[in-house]
């Protein structure tokens, strides 16, 4: 099977939006990030998209010392690629979201596009009960905070990752988000292929709907052509459904409990590998191939596992 027909499943094991009451099976301590990782990859995920937490309260963590906690023990017992986050939480400065990347050189890293609203406070409206005073304060503060990626910070990551070898998710998550990566892309300051991440149904970003789908999609097709693998994260309930669309449209699929917490209407998943089996399910269901970490590593052109400082 052509390489074209395989579907890249990223796995997203624990975020920093999520927070510990919502879920019994959110990773938080080390141990628990590593298992939910090499679970994640065992059930079919090529690609491991990585934050870390305070072991204690689940706080997000984005100290590198937070990561070396798990990063070798994923490495050691998997094959799948690893994903830093250089988002972090949308509370922290540029400087602090790139350190675990700087320190750690990983074959992708996550790139966040542009500035944008991040409304986390509906949430309040399903959860009520928390362990930690941090978690509602977050949810609550989401009313008055701007992701802060200007053009700026996104050329700082740039600049100081790309020297490492290290490749990126372009995390988009409005149309203008796209047009950005063109402008950095015509300065060439970005290198193809691009892995193109469109992030749908967040409060502040592009929506939910079939349509919005669509629309990221021909504007991508448009601005970057054969340039480009298109990939989709649906964020809560909308995760399986646009999946589902975006693998039928030959798009690759993220999945995790860092993007939702359900397996269906009103079922929490009990682990990150249930995600991506449903996933898996549906590329399969459709008549399309999972991709192997290795065949990720040859669609997206990547520096390979043994090249990383972990």
């Not at 053009?151 to 998550?173: A, H, M, N, W």
């Not at 796209?178 to 300051?189: Q, T």
């Amino acid at each position: 099977m052509s390489l074209n027909d395989k579907v890249i499943i990223t796995c997203a094991v624990t975020g920093a939006i999520h927070t510990p009451s919502m879920s019994p099976y959110l990773p938080v301590t080390p141990e628990e990030i590593a298992e939910a990782a090499v679970g994640a990859a065992e059930a079919g995920a090529a690609i491991i998209h990585l934050h870390a937490r305070d072991p204690v309260t689940g706080k997000p963590d984005q100290t590198p010392e937070a990561f070396g906690r798990f990063l070798p023990r994923i490495k050691q017992a998997t094959n799948a690629v690893v994903n830093l986050t250089t988002g972090g939480s949308p509370y922290m400065t540029v400087a602090e979201r790139i350190k675990p990347a700087e320190t750690f050189k990983p074959e992708v890293a996550s790139l966040n596009m542009g500035s944008m609203n991040f409304g986390l406070f509906p949430m309040l409206n399903r959860f009520k009960d928390f362990k930690h005073d941090w978690e509602e304060q977050a949810l609550e503060n989401s009313r008055d905070l701007v992701f802060r990626n200007t053009f700026k910070d996104i050329e700082f990551v740039l600049r100081t990752l790309t020297d490492s070898g290290t490749r990126f998710e372009f995390e988009c998550y409005d149309i203008s988000h796209l047009y950005n990566l063109a402008h950095f892309l015509e300065r060439g300051l970005v290198r193809t292929p691009l892995f193109v991440q469109s992030v749908f149904g967040i409060l502040g970003g592009i929506g939910p709907h079939p349509e919005d789908v669509l629309h990221m999609k021909r504007t991508a097709d448009r601005l970057f052509g054969n340039q480009y693998k298109w990939s989709v994260l649906g964020a809560g309930k909308n995760q399986l459904a646009i999946a589902a669309q975006a693998a039928a449209m030959g798009g690759n699929i993220r999945v995790g409990l860092e993007d939702s917490l359900w397996a269906g209407k009103g079922r929490l998943a009990q682990s990150n590998a249930e995600q991506v089996r449903l996933a898996r399910q549906i590329i399969e269901g459709l008549g399309r191939s999972v991709a192997t970490p290795d065949e990720a590593r040859a669609i997206l052109e990547l520096k390979g596992g043994d090249k990383v400082a972990f």
